[in-house]
Structures are given as C-alpha cells and as structure tokens.
C-alpha cells in the first residue's frame, strides 16, 4: 500500500501518540481457520462486552485492566520476528480504532489479519483478512457481513449449526465458512461436527490446533 506524504507524516504522529490496550502479543502459529499453520504475530486486545459464558480469555474483558501500547512499540515488537503476518485479537479488538495500527503494520510489510465478533458499530482499520466470529450473546452489525473473508462460529451446543447457517445468505459467495467446537465441548461436539462437515461441504472443520500443539 503506498501512501502520500501527507498520509505518512499523519502515521508517523499516529505511531508515537495512538495507544492501545495490549493484554499480550506474541509470536507463534495460528491455530485455527483459514490460516491455520501460518507463523503470526498475534496482538490481544484488552477490551469486550459480548460475554460468552465459556470466554477463555475473560481477563481480556476490562479494557484498563491492561497498560497501553503506542503503535510504535507494537510494530516494533512484531519486527523482532521474521513472519509478516500480524493478527489482531481480543477481547473484541474493534472496541477500538485500529486504523492506525493496521495502517504502520501494513507499510512495515505485514498482512493484518483480525478476528471480531462483530458487534462494534464500525469496521475500522485495513484489513487483508477479516474472520467474522459471530457470538449468539451479542448480535453483530450487519455492516461486518460484506467485509468478512471468513466466517467462523464456535459449536457449543447443537442448536449452533442453525446459529452458523442464519449468516451465510448474507455473507459474499467466497467467504470461507468454518465450525470450530468450543473447546471443553469437543469430545461431544466434534463427533457431531464431522458429520455435519460430511453433509453439508461448503463447511470445513476449523481445529485449535495451537492446543494440540500446546503452543500460545
Ligand atoms: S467475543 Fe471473544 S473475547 Fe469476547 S467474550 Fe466472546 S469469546 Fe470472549
């Protein structure tokens, strides 16, 4: 992405004065969707109201319970490493504004992936993928659907198929479409994934597989 003079002198104030709430950031594989396997900087963001009674990340909720970051510091740490793609987490990261961020971390040379719920009420930021997580305690805003590359919803319970089917008649024919069993609920709920995989073909299986690997 090329950008003017102005739009660059604009960054540079950004990248020193723009903070945001890191709760980690860290260098690992992505475990789970379409990129699943890839080297990845992941940046969690603290900060989220959806409520998911089975989050396993509930101390990313409170948002000034993590200390800021300016978006110098944040690129900085992703550069330490070799891999160039850089994946914004949360928490719900679009609590926040991240045009910025993604905007330093995209003339650095990453790809910026995110994952979102989808419930803010503006997309912001410059995204090469966006995952669309939808949560049944929070409808998403509609303004997500168009945008997202992927859609994954997490299976706790049966009545979830149904949940996952309700967004694909407005998702864009290529977005890829992913069940992923929550966690705790796998030794029942994967069974029942496979053979839902089987039956409908447009979904795929997404694994934790960083948990299999017991990598963050
Ligand atoms: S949207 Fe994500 S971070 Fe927020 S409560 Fe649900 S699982 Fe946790």
Known sequence: MLLTQEQQTKQTD??????????EAFYTIQGEG????????????GGCDVGCHWCDVKESWDADAHPKQSIDAL?????????????ITGG????????ALTEALQVAGFKTNIETSGVCQTVTGSWDWICFSPKKFK??????????DELKVIIYNQSDFAFAESFVPYL????KLFLQSEW????????????????HPQWQISLQTHKFLNIP
């Open 14 to 23: 950004n990248q020193s004065t723009i903070a945001l709430p890191v709760m």
């Open 34 to 45: 379409a990129h699943t396997g890839r080297a990845a900087y992941f940046i969690r963001l």
């Open 75 to 87: 690129v900085k740490g992703a550069l330490q490493y070799p891999g160039r793609l850089a994946v």
């Open 92 to 99: 719900e990261p679009l609590m926040h504004d991240l045009t």
């Open 139 to 148: 409808k998403p805003n509609p303004a997500i659907y168009e945008k997202a």
């Open 172 to 175: 864009r024919p290529d977005c």
């Open 184 to 199: 705790g609920r796998s030794n029942e709920m994967l069974p029942r994934i496979v053979d839902y995989v089987k039956d």
